[in-house]
Structure formats: structure tokens, C-alpha cells
């Protein structure tokens, strides 16, 4: 991430460090880390691990917004929320930890530092020792995790209009975990009003006054035919006129009396009348259009011993309050009058029984919504919910490691499953497990493998057990991109709903974290500059899972088009060259409107931005994920037909405008797929729930104008309104529905045990034309997931009777790299493909290079065949009904599945103590871990240039450097194959991971990694970046000797960038902290991201080779045998060079020592 602009910076810290001079308690100690769980801790003193605090309560991340400079560093706790988004720290922090980019704690470099976990953490040069300035700090938060009431509101007015009644006042539940908080939201007290002349109790009359009122929607828009209500008045019924007014004689002009109205499709809205002169009064009642609850808090999974207590939460959003929560066991509507109508719903005692699915539905006037289904796993007494017996876990030992002439050798590691336990007796913490405990590691055994030349050491699992883990988290990153050139969206908003979680960076990148409650991860991207129209995402992400990496893109505005709100105007919709516009939008006159209702007279500024299913490439810029909530609450996918973003300014002034009613005409001709015509609707998009809500429908009409051929004078002609939504659709929901089965492995050998978790896989629908199924006429829809551990699973459009009906295409990637799914040249083979033969023939599975191998490799094409009753091959995937999800998802490994593969396979990894990044449960506490914080992944690479003919592997080994306890002791190998360059094929260079220096996982000592580069081949090294090795000699102690044709480095502790050819990446998620710092590395920028090798930017060291006689084997075949006899060898070779670059590098010493003397 950039730093803050100097100017920010200033002004944040300014206004936060006002009366900061009492921060510190008296007698603290400079550089003390703030209060721990109400104490102070001494100088020094480690930080406390997760299972030290007593209260539910949690670190945040590291954040480090600051760089030392001018009046010195600055972490304030407003521009953390700024730059991060409000939702990554909690609102009161319990704690602050600070500690320079060295891992030392503020009094052991001497640094007297301000803490506030409340304000934030600065430094000030000026309170340094004489000479000195500030270090680079980063920061980290103690946060509870309980939830707690917010501070009362204040007391509303009294209801009442003459006499006695009563106020209100509510509090809000500053919830963190999900759990509600316990007590009533919401407060009354009694209130008495003064008479009025002429009043009774109920009612006021005055004959000779009168009430003007005025009904309007929340954007000021009149509604007419709303049906008013004064409290107490017995008078005739009052409708609102076609202005949306309305007059009632006789009522006080003093009365303050509640006037009510009522209109379909709208909440009732209630106000007071105001006196505006002795004998008038007005009233103007906002009614709040209703919309279809949607649901942000889904029911979690649930393990528990029988006798336990388990509760599941619900929580529902929406135009107002849900009315009602059902609750379901195995589909079954549980009991009301035991159970109640609540959001959450409380197991007591649990039963072997109750165990199951559980799921709530929520409904109120607008509509209904089904939740995602929680199970409950209900364990009888003495049942082990992890077995202390790890599963087999083949790793793939070092190509040295394999007897001669021999295939890859593997060793079983063990495994842990990935499963969740109960807690102990009376740990039920309502919505949200506030202690997760999973089935983890419990204890390691080394083992020795006798490599060639060389002994490696390996830890396995030798017992399982039920450990307190991380709390789960959705991590998902990504880069926010223009459509149509690619550049990157820089400042974005990014809003959840209407609250703003944080902006795009100065390339696009983001950063969001879910809560594991959330089903669908609805995200708003707006564009600071207005070119581009909001990105509506729903972006598929796995809290138990790794992080996901996504890339939006954003769809540019068309250029605007001058209308006279006078006259009837019509906007093209879809020019696709010669098949011409789909529809066209029809404004007639006086359709255009202010935002306040009154109408507009002038020149209009319309933008109306087509995304066109004719376009295959529109498919992914557009909005949403294409689903609906149908009668019973269950999401339905839309076909698409087209969608409208559209937006109307006054000429000038900028000023937003509405309309409506306005016409959407479609040309019939262009629908193709039969009774689709007849189920057309008008959607626009809800963009907090990411759902489409039905607008209208379409009525046939014959086009006005001159004789043209029939079939192009049909048009569908259906009604709108441009208000508050913008988004529009025209879609048909699809009955026939199906499920596609794939998964995702680390190779193509596709072996069960190499599955890979995190892959973004994407399904776009598409409809071929007759006869020529390779060439489609457009999509129809499109869909993502995410892969776990089995596999993903797909909505799509299917068909039993004609297979050809609906096709599809499907592609996967992770973290910005393209997998391969099985090849079909010549030929399809059910073994590679996944897929029975007899099904395989009727789904026509074809490569995208299937008929030019010169295409890219990047997906499939097939169709979607739904599979027949009586046929076996088709029983088992990969294509399963709609109703059969269940089924999908636990299919196991050997039933059908289409499959993807990571084409990067020169690239090896060997961990002493095993870890599995698809799951974070698998983190083991040990010295030799390669990543010893299982809440900060932090990923090391180092760019190596390679001259030679050929493409090399490059080894670097990581050790133990400078930690008494782990000082030559291997945390692991890396291995990775160069790439070479598009313009220079005699240079290539790889892009090589090393364990990053730092803090172990005690957090008691930092280590500084030993890291040995060595290329295989017969290489000699011949430069290093200047920066690298200047600033590798001034932080000691320096690396052992290496020979020429090795690199050997302490690795540096701090995040270093390009300029050292070092790139250094921290994240939540390890996978995507190492996919950013190869996007990275490749690109050879400290910000940028790429997937094209460009060798000869940003390197750290390069080699030069050279191919070795036929008879000779190569440099890094004879280390392996002897290795002494290797080095040897090289320092004779290399003594010659060695001497001359002696020789070059002493007259550069001579001059700077000539200089400064």
C-alpha cells in the first residue's frame, strides 16, 4: 500500500494529537506497548498470545500507513481506518502494539513513543536522543469480540397530540461476532401534551383551520392515491391528488395531531402537523418503498456433545423490520409456539435427533427469503470428533531424495482433518463460537530422509487433537480494472451496502474481509471520477478456506446525449454492427423530473450504458451474479437479454434528474429461445442485497413507422421509472436449472490428494446457434465459486431433451494465473476428463484449443445435458439437477467432475514442518515453521536473472541464520524454474521464494534467514544489485562466503522493494500474499502486477551459464553427489574471474577512498 501524502498526514496527526500530552500515565517507561487487558506491560516483554486474555478478544493485523520523515512516524488510528476501511479495527480497542519494521519493541531501540488505543501510536523526533530519529513502526489492535449496546438515543417526541401518550428512544448493538446483544433495543416513557381550545382527549376541532399535507416517496417524489388517516377524525377517507397533496378541514392548527398514510408497495408512514400561521397547519409523510428482505447474517455450522446447548441466528435487512423468522429442521417448519418467530433460534439439551440441516425464512409484506442451510452435528457422549490418528498426506520429497533412475519419491506427512469440535460444557456463545476449536495438530515427530549428499529432515503429524484455532475469516483481494484498456480504477469507494468499507489503492487493489455469516459478499465499486458506472459485485470467497483473489471490471460510460425534456426522446439500446440496436429506451415528454418531484424543463444529459449479451467479451464486466428471490425466498438464476445503466443530468448544472414513466421497447426478433418471448420481465438491481426485483412485464406491439418485413415490426414494449435504482435488467427466470460439478488440482496428473482450495471458477451460459454450437449467438448468464476441499459447485441453464440447447463455457484462475482444464485433442478421454464415456459423447466436452492448438488453453466448452432418469453414466455428475445440490457437493472424488490443472508445475516446495495453505487450520507452533504467524502471512521472493541458452531451476534454501535455537536448522526448499523474456531469448530469470526474517512463533526473538541461491547448471555468479549488497553490508552480521556460483544473504528484515530486486508481500491469506508478490516480482515493480516475466527489471543477483560438455554432468548434479569435490572444482574455475572482478571492483575503492580521505 502508498503512504500517506505528506499533507494527510500532517492534518491527521494534527487533529489527533491535540491534549495527547497525557496519553502516557505517569512513571511509564518511553517506548512502554500500551495497556494489556487493563495492565501495563514491562519493556520488552513479549506480546501475549491469543489463549492470555481471559475476555474474548483478538489482535487485529499489522498496519503500517506511515513512513518515518519530517516532524516524525505516524500511525493514527483515523488514518488506519481511512486507508484500511472503519471495519478492520473495532470501535473501542482494548490495546495497541507497536513495533518497528525490525520486530523490536519500542524500548529496546530507546524510542520513547505515544500510544492510544483510542487516538493511535506517533513518534516525534524531536523527543528522541540527540541525533536520532524515529523508526518505522507498524501497528496492531486488541479488540473485543462480545458484542455490547451502544448508548442510549435521544427521547423522541411524545405520540400523543393532546394529552397524555408517550416517547421513545432507542440503542443500537455494536455487534462483532454475530450474537445479539441481550435486552430490549428500544425504551418508552409516558408524556403528557397541553390542551388545546376546543380539544378533547382524541380529538381537536377547529372549524374555521385546515391541514395541507403532501405524501411523497424518500427522494421527494409525490405519491398520488395514498390513502391519509387523521388520527381520531371521523371525516370521509382522504386520498393524496395526482400531485400527491391532500386538505383536511376543521383539525387545530396547534393540535400537533399524527396524520398517517398508506399506498401498495410502500410501508405506512406517520408524521406531525406543524402550525405554519394561526388557522394552518402542514404535514408532508414519507412513505418508504418496500423491498424484499434480504439476509446478512446466515446460520452457521454447528458441532456439539449430546446435553449441549446450540443456538443459530438469523438476521434480516430490508426496506423496515422483517415481520417473521420460520425455522426448519431437515425441511420440516419447526413448532412456532415452542420455538417462537424469532431471528434466533435456541437448542437446549440437545438429542442425537435434532441433529440435521437447519434453516430460517424470513417474510414481510414485500416477500420472503430462505437462508443457506447449517448443520448440526450432535456427537453422543464418549464420540471423538477428531480422531488422534492423522490421515495420509503425501508430499513430494526433493528429485535428490529419489533413488537413482527412479520417479518422484513422497513421503506421508500426515494430515489433521479439516473439522470443526465442540466446545467444553456451557461454552455456547450464541450466535458465534467466540473460542472455535478444530481438529489440529497436537504433536510432531522429526524423521531423516538421506538425500543425495545431504540428510533432510521432516516433521510429520503423529497425533490429532481438538485445539483452540483462529476464528474463520473471508479474505478476498483483487484489482478493480476499466473493461475496455485495463488501466486501474484508482480511489474507488468500496461499499458494503451503504456503509463504505475502504477505497481501491493507487493501482486498483483492495482488500475486503468477510464475516463467516455472510452467504454472498455483495460489493459497490464507485468511481470518484464519474466515468465509469457503479460495479455492482457478488464476490464467491471460503471464510474456512485460503483468500480469494478477484479482478472487476468496471464498465465505461457511454458519452453523453443531448435530450429535450420537451419532446419524446429515444435512446438506442445494443448497436451490435449489422445486427443492429436490441431495443431502445423511450422517454416521452414530461417524463423528466428533479429529484424533489417538480418537473424539469431543458436540456438533458443522458448516459445510458448497454451491456450486450451479443458481445461475448460484455460478460464480464457485467453487474451482479444474474439471481433472483423467488415466491418461497429461494435464489433463482435470471437469463439475461440485456442490462441498462442509466443516468440523467441537467445540462450544466450536473444536477441528477429521474423519469418515468418510461418505455423499454424490445425487438422480439432478437429473442430467440422459445417462450422466452412471453416470459420477459423488467428487473432493476437491489445493490445492497446484489438481487434483481421485478420491475414489470412486456406487452406485444407492432412498430409505428414504414412497411419493413414482419418478423422486425414486433416489438415488447414494457414501463419503468429512473429513480433511486439505476441498474436495470431484462431477463427471463429459466426453469430448466442444473449444477455442474468441478474441480481443481495442483497438476495434471489430476491425483485426488493434489485438490486445490481458492480457484475461482466461471460459468457463462451460452446460446449457440442452430447448427453451429461453436459459434454462440450470446450468453445468458454467468456464475463464479470458489473451490474447497470437494470441489465447486455451478448454477447453469440445462436441457434433457435437446443437449445442444444450452452450452457453456467454463474457465478458472487463481490469483490472476489461468489453470488448464483436460486437453480433448484428438479426442476426449473419460479417464483424463473426468467423465464417463457414454455421458462424455452427449455433453461434447471441447478445449478451447481443441480445433487450432494455436488458441489459448484457458477452458471448455460443453454442453449442458441435463441428466436422464434411467441412465446410470449420468447419475453421478458432472451434471446434477437443480434439486440434487446435496448431492453435488458431497460427491466424492471418483464420481464425474469436469477438471482444471495449474499449468505452473517447474515450481517446487518443501516444508519442514508441513503446512497446508488451503487450510489455515493445519498452522503447527514450531520454530522451524515457515510461516510463524497463522494471522500475518508475510511472502519473500527474490528476482534472479539467469544468462544462459536455456531456461534453469533455481534452488534457494532457507536456514536458520542468526536464532540461537534455529541456526542452521532447514525451515525449507524452494524450487522455481526461469522464464525467459519476449525480446531477449538469451536471458530468463526466476522469480524464487525464501522464508522471510522475523519474529518466530514464539515472538520472542526475530531470526535473520540464511538464504542460498544456486541455479542448476553450470552457472557462475556475476553480479549483485548494488542497493542489495550495500545494504546487506551495513546491517550486520554478514553472510558466509558463498562460492561464485551461489548467492548467500542474511535476509534483510525489512519490507525491501524493486530497487534490491526483493519483494516482500503481508497478508491475511498465504496464498495471496505469494500470488501479489509474483504478480510483483514479474513485473518487476514494487506495485504492479503481471503475469509476463520481464527479466531485466528489478533483480537482485544474476548468473551467467553455460551448457556443460555432453560427457560432464551438470554443476547441480555434481553438488549433489560430492558436494566437496564440486566446490573444489568451482574454485578453480572461478579463481581466474574471481581475480578480475577483484581487479574491477579495487579502482572504484581506490577513487572513493582518494575522495574521502
Known sequence: MAPLPPLLCLCVAAAHLAGAGDVIPTGEPPGSAGPLNGRWRRPGQPSPALEDWEEASEWTSWFNVDHPGGDGDFETLAAIRFYYGPARVCPRPLALEARTTDWALPSAVGERVHLSPARGFWCLNREQPRGRGCSNYHVRFRCPVETAWGAWGPWGPCSGSCGPGRRLRRRRCQERTGEACPGRSSEAQKCVRPGCPGCNLNTCECPDHILLGTVVTQSGRPLPGARVSVRGWAGAAITSDTHGTFRVSGVCAGSRINVSAQMDGFSAGMAQAQANGSVSAIVTIVLEKLEKPYLVKHPQSRVREAGQDVTFCCKAAGSHRPKKYSWFHNGTLLDRRAHGSRSHLELRGLRPDQAGDYQCKVWDDAGAMRSATAQLTVLAPGQPACAPQPREHLVQLPEECAPSGAGPTFLDVGLCPNARCPGPAGSDAGCGDATPRCCSVRRLETREVRCSGYVLPVKVVAECGCRKCSPPRGLVRGRLLAADSGEPLRFARILRGRETVGFTSFQGDFHIEASPSTERLVVTFEDPGGEFADAVRVLPFDPWGPGVYHEVRALRKKEPVLLDAARVNAIPLGELGAEGPLGELVLPPGAIRRTDGQPYAGTVEARVTFVDPRDLASAAAAPSDLRFADAEGELAPLRTYGMFWAELRAAGSGELLQAGPVAVRVAAAQIYMPGHAESLRLWSLNPASGLWEEEGGFQ??????????????????????????????????????????????ASDKFAPGEQVQGVVVTLVNLEPRPGFPANPRAWGRFDSAVTGPNGACLPAFCDAEQPDAYTALVTASLGGEELEPAPSRPHPRPAVVGVPQAYLERLGYRRTDHDDPALKRHGFRVHLAKPRPGYPAEARGPVYPWRRLRDCQEAPVTDGHFRFARVETDRYEFNTVPFREAAPASWTGDLLAWWPNPQEFRACFLKVRVQGPREYVVRARSEGGTHPRTRGRLYGLRDARSVRGPERPGTS??????????????????????????????????????????YLARHAPAAPAADPAAFAMLAPLDPLGHNYGVYTVTDQSPRLAKEIAIGRCLDGSSDGFSREMKPEAGTAVTFQCREPPADRPSLFQRLLESPVAALGDIRREMGTVSGAQAGELGAPRARRSRAHP
Open 700 to 745: 406485444r406491439e407492432a412498430a409505428p413507422g414504414r412497411r419493413v418485413r414482419r418478423e422486425e415490426r414486433v416489438f415488447l414494449a414494457g414501463n419503468l421509472e429512473i429513480r433511486e435504482r439505476r441498474l436495470f435488467n431484462l431477463d427471463v427466470a429459466e426453469q430448466r436449472r442444473c449444477f455442474v460439478k468441478v474441480r481443481a488440482y
Open 989 to 1030: 530469470a526466476a522469480c524464487v521464494e525464501f522464508k522471510c526474517s522475523g519474529m518466530l512463533f514464539d515472538q520472542r526473538q526475530a531470526d535473520r534467514t540464511l538464504v542460498t541461491v544456486t541455479p542448476q547448471g553450470s552457472c557462475r555468479r556475476v553480479a549483485v544489485n548494488t542497493l542489495l549488497q550495500d
